[in-house]
């Protein structure tokens, strides 16, 4: 199980906000590779099902550049993004926070789709 000590208990991290997951998903998906904003939604859909408008994918770039946590260079008409410094200490720290959370979830989850996945159903 994913659980994690009391004594190492944290809060959600100031870089992301955990309702949509929508700053952490960036940060993840920027770990992975530098990526300008089209290509983050294209992922984030994939992952989601659905597609993040740029209406909510381009103020979430903004406030993580705002916080440091991201910078971005133009490269013609597109700018590219990449991980700073800083947003690689965000993303551990989101991430625990994300297991500490969500972490039980998951692995009840995982065993979940493995015994319907191994029944006769669906």
Same mark, same amino acid.
């Given at each position: 199980? +994913?659980?994690?000590?009391? +004594?190492? $208990?944290?809060?959600?991290?100031?870089?992301? /906000?955990?309702?949509?997951? &929508?700053?952490?998903?960036?940060?993840?998906?920027? /770990?992975?590779?530098?990526?300008?904003? $089209?290509?983050?939604?294209?992922?984030? *859909?994939?992952?989601?099902?659905? =597609?993040?408008?740029?209406?909510?994918?381009?103020?979430? #770039?903004?406030? &993580?550049?705002?916080?440091?946590?991201?910078? !971005?260079?133009?490269?013609?008409? $597109?700018?590219?993004?990449? #991980?700073?410094?800083?947003?690689?200490? *965000? #993303? @551990?720290?989101? +991430?625990?926070?994300?297991? $500490?959370?969500? !972490?039980?979830? *998951? /692995? /009840?989850?995982?065993? =979940?789709?493995?015994? @319907?996945?191994? +029944?006769?159903?669906?």
């Amino acid at each position: 199980m +994913s659980e994690v000590p009391d +004594s190492v $208990q944290c809060c959600p991290p100031d870089c992301c /906000d955990m309702r949509g997951f &929508l700053t952490f998903q960036i940060l993840w998906e920027l /770990d992975k590779a530098e990526l300008n904003g $089209q290509q983050i939604a294209e992922r984030i *859909a994939k992952r989601r099902g659905t =597609k993040p408008t740029p209406g909510t994918i381009y103020p979430a #770039l903004k406030e &993580l550049k705002k916080g440091k946590y991201i910078d !971005g260079v133009k490269e013609g008409r $597109q700018i590219v993004y990449h #991980l700073t410094p800083e947003g690689d200490k *965000a #993303l @551990i720290e989101a +991430s625990r926070y994300f297991l $500490q959370a969500f !972490g039980d979830i *998951a /692995d /009840d989850v995982k065993v =979940k789709v493995v015994v @319907i996945n191994g +029944s006769d159903c669906g």
